[in-house]
C-alpha cells in the first residue's frame, strides 16, 4: 500500500472531526486508510465509447506505474461537452494512433472537455482496479512508456487554461490513480518534460503544481515540497529559457531561445567544469543550485530577466521583462510566494527559484 500518513491540515480540510490523538500518532489503521484513499471516478470503458479491437497483442507491465504524464489532444476548444462528443473523441483518437502503427490508443485514459472520463488502451481499466500492473502505453517515448500512466486531455491549451469539468476529472482520476498505485502526488507531469513538444500547452502545464497540491490535499498528504528539476538537451520551453539566462548571468553568449540544443549543453558542461561539478551537460539539482542567483529589488541582470519571464510568462503575473528587479518585480514576487505558501518577503531564493522553475 502507499504511503498516505495523514497529516493534520489534510485531516481539517477534509472537514472531518478527529480527536487529538487521531491526528497526532495514531494515524495507521482502516479509518486513516478510508481517509486517504480517493474514489474511482466515473470511468467509461473502451466497450461504452466503441473501440475497435488493438490490432496487436497489448503488453502488460508487470509493476505499477510510478508517474503520470499528462497530454492534450491539441484538438479543437469549440466542442459540445455531451458524452456524445466524449466518445467521438475517444474513437478519433484511437484510430489517429492505430494509423501511426501503435495498436491501439496510445494513453490509458481520455478527458473530454465536457469532463468524460475515458479508458483509453484496453484493459487499462481492470488493471487500475487490481492496483498491481498496468498496460504499456505509447504516448511519452521510452523509458516513460513503460514507467507512466498518460492522460490525453481533450482541447489545446497553449493559450488558454482547461474548463473546470475537465480539471476536476483531471484531479479525481490522479488522485484514484496516486491512490491505487502508490503514486507520490509530486509525480504527476506534463509531456513536454520527457521530449521536445508544445504538449500539454503553456497553460495547462501551468497548472500542473496546483493539480500536484490538489491531489495532495485529496490523499491527505503534504503538499509537495518544491524540487529542482532535472533538464536535459530536448527539452523546450520558459524553463530551459531560465537555464540560458542563467547561463548568461554566468558569463557565457548562451542564445535565449527556449530550446536546449547542442549549444546550451555545451555552455552547461563549460559551466560544470568551471564550478567543479559533474560534466554531463544535464541541470538537476546540484548545476541549478549553483546556477540562480538570490535576487531582490534593487538587482539587476540576466538572472532578473529570467525570474521575470517566469512569472510574466509561465505562471501568469503580469510582470515587465526588463533585467531591473524594481517594485513591480517585488510586488509579482510576493503574489507568487502568496499562492505558493511561501514565505512572503519579496526575496527570490533558492526555495522561490524551485517553485518558479520546478
Ligand atoms: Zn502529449
Known sequence: MPDMSISRRGLMRGGIVVSAAAAGATVIGTTTA????????SLHSTAQWGARPPSEPLTTVPNRPSYIVVHHTATSNDVANT???????????????????????????TISRGGYIMEGRHGSISKLR????????????????????GIENEGLYTG???????YDSLLNLCAHLCSQYGIAASKIFGHRDFMATQCPGD??????PQLRADV??????????????TVKKGASGERVRSIQYLLRQAGDTTAVDGAFGPGTETDVREFQTAKGL????????????????????????????AIQRQL???HGISTTVDGAFGPGTTTSVRTFQTRRSLVVDGVVGPITWQALVG
Open 34 to 41: 478510508a481517509l486517504a484513499a480517493a474514489p474511482e471516478p
Open 83 to 109: 458524452q456524445a462528443q466524449a466518445y467521438t473523441l475517444a474513437r478519433n483518437v484511437q484510430s489517429w494512433h492505430m494509423s501511426q502503427g501503435w495498436g491501439d490508443s496510445g494513453q490509458q485514459f
Open 130 to 149: 487490481g492496483g498491481t500492473t498496468f498496460i504499456r502505453g505509447i504516448h511519452a517515448g521510452a523509458p516513460a512508456n513503460g514507467e507512466s500512466i
Open 160 to 166: 488558454v487554461q482547461p474548463p473546470g469539468a475537465l
Open 203 to 208: 497553460k495547462l502545464y501551468a497548472m500542473l
Open 216 to 229: 495532495a490535499e485529496k490523499l491527505g498528504q503534504q503538499p509537495p515540497p518544491p524540487t529542482w528539476p
Open 278 to 305: 559533474t560534466v554531463d551537460g544535464v541541470v538537476g539539482p546540484q548545476t541549478w543550485a549553483r546556477l540562480v542567483v538570490v535576487s531582490k529589488q534593487g538587482a539587476s541582470g540576466e538572472a532578473v530577466k
Open 312 to 314: 510574466n510568462n509561465n
